[in-house]
């Protein structure tokens, strides 16, 4: 595996589910950070971490939790979501914690929720 | 507050008709400049990072040309498989060190 990957690709889930997303980087990052892209929206920064320790957090709701066990891994725990969630959630990696610094992007899981 | 635009928000072309894309932004502090392309259903795949007005960088069929207030994307006689969304991107030294994304540009080129 190269790169930024994400599992699963697609979700539906209902509203009242738990699950949960996966990434993995395959660059030796020590940042990694979840984005959500919504239609006709900029992408929306939720989460970042930076050598394992959360740095940012935008305000997000707490039915979205991130856990990052090691610098490699991202996981994006879901639970008791809205249909205005349903989005394309995208994880991606920078070298160091210079947070502004080039970003590089897993395929995404399309999120669907009923 | 950091803002970044992006025009237009679409854009079609015939193959072999260059054009350019344009991002505006207001930083307190220019970290970076980045574009990015997205293919529809697709992660955004980086394309350039410019640092100071006057830096360009090129990339087969694309160039991106970085001025202290803009910054743009010549497409040089586009194919149809550059058809994708262009993303812009800024970070703020004076910022909260986050990238700042544009809304993206949506080129289609038709054969």
């Known amino acids: 595996e190269t790169g930024v990957t994400q599992t699963p690709r697609h979700l539906v889930m209902g509203m009242t589910n738990k699950k949960s997303l996966k990434c993995e980087q395959h660059?030796?990052?020590?940042?990694m950070y979840w984005y959500k892209q919504s239609a006709k929206k900029p992408l929306e920064l939720m989460f970042v971490y930076s050598l394992e320790e959360r740095v940012e957090n935008n305000s997000v709701p707490s039915r979205f939790s991130p856990e990052c066990p090691n610098s490699s891994h991202l996981f994006l725990h879901l639970h008791t979501l809205q249909p205005e969630d349903s989005a394309l959630y995208l994880c991606?990696?920078?070298?160091?914690?210079?947070?502004?610094?080039?970003?590089?992007f897993g395929p995404g899981t399309r999120l669907l929720v009923l | 507050e950091d803002q970044v635009t992006q025009s237009p928000e679409a854009l079609r072309l015939q193959e072999g008709e260059s054009s350019s894309l344009n991002c505006s932004y207001t930083v307190s502090g220019l970290r970076g400049l980045f574009w990015y392309r997205q293919d529809p259903g697709k992660g955004p795949e980086f394309l350039f990072t410019l640092y100071s007005a006057g830096e360009e960088k090129e990339k087969e069929r694309l160039k991106a040309t970085l001025t202290k207030k803009e910054s743009f994307l010549h497409i040089t006689a586009p194919k149809p498989e550059d058809s994708a969304t262009y993303l812009c991107?800024?970070?703020?030294?004076?910022?909260?060190?986050?990238?700042?994304f544009g809304k993206g540009t949506k080129l289609t080129v038709n054969p």
């Open positions: 991606a990696s920078s070298q160091d914690s210079g947070l502004s610094g080039t970003q590089y």
């Open positions: 991107a800024v970070g703020d030294q004076g910022g909260s060190e986050k990238l700042v």
């Open positions: 660059l030796g990052h020590n940042a």
